[in-house]
């Protein structure tokens, strides 16, 4: 388990960086953990509805999700951020691990986190698509 939590804080690292960055070269850093969260987030959350999208086409088409299951979801993600990076400050220590890494260690890093992200992304609109393809009328 301490071993996915690393993972985890190293991906909330480099997206950090990347938000840092980027936010550095159009004009200014503020909130950057604030934007962070909101970035992680939000790729959890479209990781886990194109999971239910999934069992929605593979293996329950009759069930329905409703409102409530996506705010729940919400709301869960929202309490994992807040415990593991609003709470304590125990992610700045990873920061300075992390910092400390080669250059080369880091740049690969970099490149499976972009490489995860757009995996997240187009799984997404894949399993709309799927979706899209189903004549729904028949199981509603």
Do not use: C
């Amino acid at each position: 388990m301490e071993k996915a939590k690393r993972y985890y804080h190293y991906f909330y690292y480099k997206m950090y960086r990347s938000i840092e960055y980027t936010s550095n070269e159009l004009g200014g850093s503020f909130l950057t953990d604030l934007k962070t969260g909101i970035a992680v987030g939000a790729l959890e959350f479209w990781l886990i509805i194109s999971f239910l999208n999934y069992y929605n086409i593979y293996i329950d088409r009759d069930v329905n999700f409703s409102k409530n299951v996506y705010i729940i979801i919400g709301l869960f993600l929202a309490l994992i951020k807040y415990l593991m990076f609003v709470r304590t400050d125990e992610w700045k220590r990873y920061f300075e691990k992390f910092d400390a890494l080669p250059r080369e260690v880091n740049k690969k890093g970099g490149w499976i986190v972009f490489g995860i992200t757009v995996f997240i992304i187009l799984n997404l609109i894949l399993s709309f698509y799927l979706m899209m393809q189903i004549d729904w009328s028949k199981y509603r």
